[in-house]
């Protein structure tokens, strides 16, 4: 079992940043593709940033590519999002996954989710 918890959402002006955190419990996330997901009000939840076991590979939705960069501490257990040019559109509930196939962008094929941390971009 692992369990997850973000942390670092709040409410921030366009143009700004902000810096998610995921801690994992239990099991050691090393073993695990870690990936952050959002949902916004009205919509299915999407894909925003996934890497690897190792740390060696990232991936990014388009809307995010450039702006937001996926990190992640081994030592501490944790995976980061820094998110840079915050826009208005990427308001939303940010989640944190882990995933012990090779899912990457596809949620049905993560294992274990955070309750998630509101992120909201006023303009």
């Known amino acids: 079992q692992v369990q997850l918890e973000e942390s670092g959402g709040g409410l921030v002006q366009a143009g700004g940043s902000l810096r998610l955190s995921c801690a994992a419990n239990g099991r050691t996330s090393r073993g695990f593709i870690m990936g952050w997901f959002r949902q916004a009000p009205g919509k299915e939840r999407e894909f925003v940033a996934a890497?690897?076991?190792?740390?060696?590979?990232?991936y990014y939705a388009d809307s995010v590519q450039g702006r937001f960069t996926i990190s992640r501490d081994i030592a501490k257990n944790t995976v980061y999002l820094q998110m840079n040019s915050l826009k208005p559109e990427d308001t939303a509930v940010y989640y944190c996954a882990a995933d012990a196939g090779f899912g990457y962008m596809n949620a049905r094929e993560y294992d274990y989710w955070g309750r998630g941390t509101q992120v909201t971009v006023s303009s």
């Open positions: 890497i690897s076991r190792t740390g060696s590979g990232t």
